[in-house]
């Protein structure tokens, strides 16, 4: 794809994600998130969820800036990476999808303008990270 290209999904992603309002795209993420498996409730059995509601914000700004290539984003989502590997928080691969998917449902429901342009640049954006997080599982 165009760099070009690539650009405008990213910005086409950040206006939607600031268009959905905070809270409410949280709330739905985690509703959904939650009742996709019991393994995933079991992961977040000890959470903060007051800490870890600001924190999916972050994750998504900080994808969007790993994905126009800014050092810092992607050494930070390095990071992510190193904290969700089998021998950390163990996030199976598997887990990543459920992950994606509640986070466009979401989106879908709280961006007032989504549209199939605006679905493909969240599919586009957030599917790299996922898939860069999903293939350091073992490292
Ligand atoms: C691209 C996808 C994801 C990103 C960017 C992301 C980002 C983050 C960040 C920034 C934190 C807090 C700092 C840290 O511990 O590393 C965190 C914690 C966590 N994440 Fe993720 N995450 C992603 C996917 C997932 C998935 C699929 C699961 C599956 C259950 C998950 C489960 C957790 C858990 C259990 C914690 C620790 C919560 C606690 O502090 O109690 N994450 N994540």
């Known amino acids: 794809m165009s760099q070009i290209k690539e650009l405008e999904r990213r ?9 959905c ?7 739905r993420f985690y509703e959904r998130f939650l009742a996709s498996s019991p393994e995933v409730r079991a992961k ?11 924190m ?18 992607l050494d930070e989502l390095r990071a992510r990476a190193e904290t969700h ?3 950390r928080l163990d996030i199976r691969p598997a887990l990543y999808e459920p992950w994606l ?8 429901e709280t961006d007032p303008r ?3 342009d605006v ?21």
Request: glycine share 8%; proline share 0%.
């Open 101 to 108: 998917e509640s986070a466009i449902a979401a989106a879908a």
């Open 44 to 54: 977040f059995a000890g959470t903060d969820f007051g800490r870890q509601r600001l």
């Open 119 to 139: 679905e493909t640049a969240w599919r586009s954006v957030l599917g790299a990270a996922v898939r860069y997080m999903s293939q350091r599982y073992d490292r």
């Open 21 to 27: 309002g905070r809270e409410a795209f949280v709330d």
């Open 85 to 87: 590997s089998r021998g």
């Open 11 to 19: 910005r086409t992603f950040l206006e939607s994600l600031a268009r």
């Open 56 to 73: 999916l914000l972050r994750s998504l700004e900080l994808i969007a800036a790993a994905a126009d290539g800014d050092e810092a984003g």
């Open 114 to 116: 989504w549209s199939t």
